[in-house]
């Protein structure tokens, strides 16, 4: 089997990483419910992933909200703290552009859409002609369908002179290449566990900057295991935003996760380059979005398709020859629109070798 997509979830997992999986899965009681022992070793594993991610991340532990994936995140960012005009791009994952339509339904907002399709330039110039007035700006660092990194710490720049906030959705870039919350000078950043860190399935983060002192409203309320009385969940962070019981064992399968992510550093650029060389030289196979001379500026994933197939069949055509990609439009129309891809295209997307 060739797996190339990596787009969808990092694979294989690390056998470090299973390991630390299946040995909290013995030894997690429930985090932060009880005093004895398992309960204690629990929560010591869920702060341990804490700590990797904020390192890694460039932030504090409290300011690390654990979430069973990057899709909660966002959800939990962008309806608990961006309210009025908001501003996104016309690449975005389902996962930005739902609750942004879903504000805009219930009349909580204003969608405005700046492109994403241009040079870095052209980007920033299209974000500053609607920024003004705007309350939040949310986008993605990177696309899910094309690998394209937007100049993330240029449009935050720019929302910051503007007062906005920003949330950016870094999902696909986690792992990949570098994603610095205080760097980007972003207020959050949301992440995957699963996709570019290679951790367990169902799990991700929202990450607020140290200097980011909003308390934002809830998505879930529940048990926080502090201030049971109150009738609200409390103002502290992470607590906030994480009611219920947390999954410890795969939290920990996270952990060693970052830790290995932060040992072997970003690599995948030479083998992408190939494949987008060898992609182009195939006849009548058409690439989306990609120039093979500019790919610093893209993750290792590709869109293409071949002319006279539709993309799933062409994807079926793959998988049943021990190829694994993605057709279809990759939960992302607003990408696939920009791009101009009808009906949708094949994804190739390269990861870690374990």
């Given at each position: 089997?060739?797996?190339?997509?990596?787009?969808?979830?990092?694979?294989?997992?690390?056998?470090?990483?299973?390991?630390?999986?299946?040995?909290?899965?013995?030894?997690?009681?429930?985090?932060?419910?009880?005093?004895?022992?398992?309960?204690?070793?629990?929560?010591?594993?869920?702060?341990?992933?804490?700590?990797?991610?904020?390192?890694?991340?460039?932030?504090?532990?409290?300011?690390?909200?654990?979430?069973?994936?990057?899709?909660?995140?966002?959800?939990?960012?962008?309806?608990?703290?961006?309210?009025?005009?908001?501003?996104?791009?016309?690449?975005?994952?389902?996962?930005?552009?739902?609750?942004?339509?879903?504000?805009?339904?219930?009349?909580?907002?204003?969608?405005?859409?700046?492109?994403?399709?241009?040079?870095d330039d052209e980007i920033v110039s299209s974000?500053?002609?609607?920024?003004?007035?705007?309350?939040?700006?949310?986008?993605?660092?990177?696309?899910?369908?094309?690998?394209?990194?937007?100049?993330?710490?240029?449009?935050?720049?720019?929302?910051?002179?503007?007062?906005?906030?920003?949330?950016?959705?870094?999902?696909?870039?986690?792992?990949?290449?570098?994603?610095?919350?205080?760097?980007?000078?972003?207020?959050?950043?949301?992440?995957?566990?699963?996709?570019?860190?290679?951790?367990?399935?169902?799990?991700?983060?929202?990450?607020?900057?140290?200097?980011?002192?909003?308390?934002?409203?809830?998505?879930?309320?529940?048990?926080?295991?502090?201030?049971?009385?109150?009738?609200?969940?409390?103002?502290?962070?992470?607590?906030?935003?994480?009611?219920?019981?947390?999954?410890?064992?795969?939290?920990?399968?996270?952990?060693?996760?970052?830790?290995?992510?932060?040992?072997?550093?970003?690599?995948?650029?030479?083998?992408?380059?190939?494949?987008?060389?060898?992609?182009?030289?195939?006849?009548?196979?058409?690439?989306?979005?990609?120039?093979?001379?500019?790919?610093?500026?893209?993750?290792?994933?590709?869109?293409?398709?071949?002319?006279?197939?539709?993309?799933?069949?062409?994807?079926?055509?793959?998988?049943?020859?021990?190829?694994?990609?993605?057709?279809?439009?990759?939960?992302?129309?607003?990408?696939?629109?920009?791009?101009?891809?009808?009906?949708?295209?094949?994804?190739?997307?390269?990861?870690?070798?374990?």
């Amino acid at each position: 089997m060739i797996y190339l997509d990596n787009a969808a979830t990092g694979y294989p997992k690390s056998g470090r990483v299973v390991k630390s999986v299946a040995k909290a899965m013995r030894a997690c009681g429930n985090p932060g419910r009880s005093g004895h022992g398992l309960s204690v070793f629990a929560s010591r594993k869920i702060y341990e992933c804490r700590e990797r991610l904020a390192l890694f991340f460039d932030t504090e532990p409290e300011k690390v909200v654990l979430t069973p994936s990057a899709t909660t995140a966002l959800n939990m960012a962008i309806k608990g703290f961006a309210k009025n005009k908001i501003v996104t791009s016309n690449v975005e994952h389902n996962a930005v552009y739902r609750p942004l339509c879903s504000l805009e339904a219930s009349k909580k907002a204003e969608i405005c859409f700046f492109d994403a399709m241009g040079t870095d330039d052209e980007i920033v110039s299209s974000f500053k002609s609607v920024i003004a007035g705007a309350f939040a700006a949310v986008f993605t660092h990177a696309s899910n369908v094309f690998g394209r990194v937007l100049p993330v710490s240029r449009l935050a720049a720019e929302a910051k002179k503007q007062g906005a906030i920003t949330i950016i959705d870094a999902a696909q870039s986690a792992g990949h290449i570098m994603v610095s919350v205080a760097g980007f000078g972003a207020d959050i950043i949301c992440v995957a566990g699963h996709k570019g860190l290679y951790g367990p399935l169902g799990t991700g983060a929202m990450l607020l900057n140290k200097n980011f002192g909003q308390i934002g409203q809830t998505l879930l309320e529940g048990g926080a295991g502090l201030l049971s009385f109150e009738k609200t969940m409390p103002d502290s962070l992470p607590e906030r935003f994480e009611p219920g019981t947390m999954n410890a064992p795969a939290f920990s399968g996270l952990a060693e996760a970052v830790r290995e992510t932060s040992e072997a550093g970003f690599g995948e650029r030479l083998e992408f380059k190939k494949l987008i060389e060898g992609l182009m030289s195939i006849k009548n196979v058409t690439l989306y979005g990609l120039d093979a001379l500019n790919a610093g500026e893209f993750l290792p994933v590709a869109l293409f398709n071949i002319k006279g197939l539709d993309s799933e069949s062409l994807a079926s055509f793959l998988t049943r020859r021990g190829i694994c990609v993605r057709g279809g439009f990759h939960c992302a129309p607003l990408a696939h629109n920009s791009l101009g891809t009808k009906n949708g295209g094949v994804r190739v997307s390269l990861g870690k070798k374990h």
